[in-house]
């Protein structure tokens, strides 16, 4: 449908307006909103990291541990593989900024003068062809006018001739003048268009690349993260190893009651001359008022149900601990049998912190008892090594195999005691459940 000058010149006119009237004050929205966004990212992308750092420390945990050393490698690695995704999305977000967010910003101000400056110039162009155009075709009616009276109508015929030829060049320059300046105003709106949507292609391949870069980091490290939590009930080697050999008869320290300090005992039921721990020993100080710490390996590959099957056959197996007479006969008659200190042999590595009465210990070291009689899981003893007195957590220890062998009976009145101290010794023999 073809559209004559008047109309297309008010379709050049309102494209330059509607740059002016819509696109740019959109744009001003679209910075803000732009702005906006960023800010969001940028919280998103602490807010990972603060995450992603509390997942590192939890894999921390896990490395020292000795059956999930390898999950807290994973844990770390996880940490380590996100931050590093984290920190190119915002590497990408701060070339949004620079590459859209500011060029807008400085384009938008400087396209509103020069829009403006545009359509007043087109304006006042075709004021003035619009003008010359009237000049022209007022002289021609004048000079028709003159040629009716019959005089000199040959002189007035050359002259209308020219005007007519006048006014037709100037019509076809008007013309020509709206048709470019059209084309000009939709191309003005096109570049525009134009650079939006080449900016925004940009930032969607930088954003492509981002997520095929995420893509194959993950995917190259998805497989092993699986394969290390696909088993649950798996325990390495060397753990088992050490479970083995607490489990074995020879290293299975006495269950049932806990056996008092020999010498405590000892001072008691035979007389002053054998109470060297009172004599020569610093004062003890009080066992700690919470209870001690269980073995790190107690119930870990046991469930609620197993654990207390185990506690009830330990019940059945050594009898009724309810029996206080049976408590006593034990500790005196265990009193009794031994003269030298009993040792134990560490299991667990165990650190005191800032707790001066408690004893810290590596694995496989060995303590010496001055009070074997356990208050709340805590045993009373001396380090061998380093001469440190503490209290410790009876479950963090074995008895040493040598304890039983140099073990010798004290001379008494009554030998039938040392019938029922026989008795109750190995009635004491119970492997320990952990």
């Not at 494209?15 to 009237?21: A, I, L, P, S």
């Not at 667990?348 to 060995?366: E, I, K, M």
């Not at 009554?414 to 023999?429: D, I, N, T």
């Amino acid at each position: 449908m073809s559209r004559g000058p008047e109309e297309v010149n008010r379709l050049t006119e309102s494209t330059y307006r509607n740059v002016m009237e819509q696109f740019n004050p959109g744009l001003r929205n679209l910075i803000n909103l732009g702005k906006n966004y960023e800010k969001a990212v940028n919280a998103m992308i602490l807010a990972g990291k603060a995450y992603y750092d509390g997942v590192a420390k939890i894999g921390e945990i896990a490395a020292g541990s000795p059956v999930s050393t390898e999950l807290g490698h994973v844990l770390i690695e996880i940490s380590s593989i996100h931050k590093k995704l984290n920190e190119s999305l915002d590497e990408n977000f701060r070339k949004f900024h620079k590459e859209i967010i500011h060029e807008l910003e400085k384009k938008t101000e400087l396209d509103v003068k020069y829009m403006n400056a545009t359509l007043k110039r087109y304006q006042a162009e075709h004021r003035n062809k619009l003008d010359s155009l009237e000049k022209s075709q007022a002289e021609l009616k004048k000079i028709r006018r003159k040629s009716q009276g019959g005089r000199n109508a040959l002189k007035y015929e050359h002259k209308e001739i020219e005007y007519v030829e006048t006014i037709t060049s100037r019509q076809n320059e008007i013309q020509k003048f709206i048709a470019d300046g059209c084309r000009e105003a939709l191309l003005e709106e096109k570049r525009r268009f134009c650079f939006l949507v080449d900016k925004h292609c940009s930032f969607a391949n930088r954003i492509h690349q981002y997520h095929l870069q995420s893509a194959e980091l993950i995917n190259s490290k998805l497989p092993k993260w699986q394969e290390t939590c696909g088993d649950a009930t798996k325990v390495p080697e060397k753990v088992m190893n050490m479970i083995e050999e607490i489990k074995t008869p020879i290293s299975t320290p006495m269950s049932g009651t806990p056996l008092p300090s020999p010498m405590i005992e000892r001072s008691s039921m035979v007389g002053r001359d054998y109470d060297t721990l009172s004599k020569y020993s610093p004062k003890i100080p009080s066992a700690p008022s919470a209870r001690a710490s269980t073995s790190p390996l107690i119930d870990m590959f046991n469930n609620p149900a197993t654990v207390a099957q185990n506690s009830e056959r330990k019940n059945n197996s050594t009898g009724s601990s309810d029996d206080p007479s049976l408590q006593r006969s034990v500790s005196v008659a265990t009193g009794l049998n031994r003269v030298k200190k009993q040792k134990v042999k560490t299991i667990f590595p165990h650190t005191a912190g800032a707790n001066q009465t408690l004893l810290s210990f590596a694995q496989g070291d060995v303590i010496t008892l001055l009070v074997s009689e356990e208050k709340d899981g805590w045993l009373y003893g001396e380090h061998e090594g380093t001469r440190v007195r503490g209290w410790f957590p009876s479950s963090y220890t074995k008895l040493l195999e040598e304890n039983e062998k140099e073990t010798v009976s004290v001379p008494g009145p009554r030998m039938m005691q040392m019938g029922l101290q026989s008795r109750l010794f190995s009635a004491e023999k119970i492997p320990l459940l952990l």
